[in-house]
């Protein structure tokens, strides 16, 4: 560990409302990140952080911004612009969270896939911080429905994969509605020569702090494993079972593939969903949800599909082909072995694969040595099945339900013990509630007779 991993939050000049506050979060020591950038965020520079995913990027600018909002001020003063909403959701949590430390702040979601007119709306009672994606709200600042006049801090977050996306033009075109005279403040995983494009037209003077960007920890441990085309999907299957995986993050380069894949993985009694930029938002949200809650136990995804996951303790990723650049693969297995837990990062490599392979051994500066399919147990019996299963319940938000409305109604009336009922997610219209297998079945009958907050509810699994 460097000396700077222990720095804690009370060496900074920050309120100390907010000291408070990260210490009832469970934030006692700053990320490495956090200490190396906090000090110049915090004196009012620009930045350009790089870092790998997980690494607690949102906090750092999320405690920057903060600091200057002044929340008796009816005004836009921060806005950090995300490439998904998935990712602008997951954002904005954190910055709920870290903003309970500045009384009544106001932060509003702007991200496409929504309709725009309860957006006008938020917005027209005033907003404080926004965050969203930049086509959006490219076409709230050209509808005149967000005003920047007062902006202070303005955030890049993952502005690798926001460029990836294609929002290199939105962007340029939202940077004309900004005010001169602003911090702003670049997070990226990786610092590809656009991001300094970026950097050098937006951002003045910028000071960059970068943490061992390049090294994904030796928590991760790496095999590859070297084998025919067609013997890919037999691989994969072995790679469960030798590592008895109960969960996995599997990467794909095709929407095709995905789709074959998962598909294939179901064949053979692996509970795996796929998930790429084909499918809608509202099937693409459900997937997401699923694979969160425990209820879909493997995730076949798309790079771009996978991009701002939250996922804390997944064991194993596996490259069901090597991407085309060593960065991508950085990222990609960098979602294992999160926070001190162990990971694998498994990789089928074929013949036409190898340049691929010779790329990451020099980014990661050590041989990538690959072992052969015959090393593998193969068990053809072997299952991976999610331990949970999702019911989804026809009332949400807008019928003023909380989570611990539906834990109140299945633990109360419903007669479930609290320990069958897993993660809860309330949306505007319905609700889910990822529920132990075996209680399903009561869980169902419950609902379709008993009330939940006094309201007859509709519910069916999905
Ligand atoms: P990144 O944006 O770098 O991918 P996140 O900001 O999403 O990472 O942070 C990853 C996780 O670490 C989040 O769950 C966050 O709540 C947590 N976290 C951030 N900072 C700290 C800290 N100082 N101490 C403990 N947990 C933290
Ligand atoms: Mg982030």
Do not use: W
Request: aromatic residues 6%.
């Amino acid at each position: 560990m460097t000396p700077t991993t222990s720095k804690r939050f009370a060496s900074l000049n920050i309120a100390a409302k907010q000291l408070k506050n990260l210490g009832d979060l469970g934030y006692e020591t700053m990320t490495p990140i956090q200490a190396q950038s906090l000090p110049v965020i915090l004196s009012g520079k620009d930045v350009i952080a790089q870092a790998k995913t997980g690494s607690g990027k949102t906090a750092a600018f999320g405690i920057g911004l903060l600091e200057k909002v002044d929340s008796t001020k009816p005004d836009v003063q921060a806005m950090v612009l995300c490439p998904t909403r998935e990712l602008a959701d997951q954002v904005g949590r954190e910055l709920r969270s870290l903003a309970r430390a500045v009384d009544n702040t106001k932060l509003v979601s702007l991200c496409g896939g929504k309709p725009f007119g309860p957006q006008k709306a938020t917005l027209q009672y005033g907003a404080h911080i926004v965050v969203g994606t930049p086509g959006r709200l490219l076409d709230h600042l050209q509808r005149g429905t967000l005003h920047l006049g007062k902006l202070q801090t303005l955030v890049f977050d993952e502005a690798d994969r926001m460029l990836d996306m294609g929002f290199a033009e939105p962007i340029k075109d939202i940077m004309r509605f900004v005010p001169r005279k602003r911090q702003t403040l670049l997070f990226s995983a990786t610092y590809p020569a656009e991001i300094q494009a970026i950097g050098t037209a937006f951002l003045k003077n910028p000071s960059m702090v970068s943490v061992d960007a390049e090294h994904s920890g030796e928590a991760i441990e790496q095999l590859f494993y070297e084998v025919n085309h067609h013997e890919r999907n037999k691989t994969l299957l072995a790679l469960f079972c030798h590592y008895k995986l109960n969960a996995a993050l599997v990467f794909c380069q095709t929407k095709v593939d995905c789709d074959q894949v998962a598909a294939m993985l179901q064949q053979n009694h692996i509970h795996a969903l796929a998930i790429h930029g084909d499918l809608d938002q509202r099937e693409r949200d459900r997937v997401l949800l699923q694979f969160a809650n425990s209820s879909c136990a493997v995730l076949v995804a798309t790079d771009v599909a996978a991009r701002g996951l939250d996922m804390k303790s997944l064991p194993a990723v596996i490259n069901y082909e090597l991407p085309r650049d060593a960065q991508t693969y950085i990222h990609r297995i960098g979602r294992t072995g999160r926070a001190g837990a162990s990971g694998l990062a498994l990789s089928i490599v074929t013949q036409s694969e190898q340049a691929r392979l010779r790329n990451i051994e020099k980014y990661l500066n050590e041989p990538c040595v690959c072992d052969v399919y015959a090393s593998l147990d193969q068990d053809p019996g072997y299952a991976v099945r999610a331990p949970m299963v999702t019911v989804e319940i026809n009332a949400g938000r807008k019928q003023k339900f909380r989570p611990g409305d539906i834990l109140g109604g299945l633990t109360g009336m419903g007669g479930l013990p609290a320990s069958a009922i897993g993660k809860i997610d309330i949306l505007d219209m319905n609700s889910f509630v990822a529920i132990e297998k075996r209680a399903v079945k009561s869980t169902l009958e419950f609902l379709s007779e008993g009330k939940i907050k006094g309201r007859s509810v509709k519910a069916r699994q999905i």
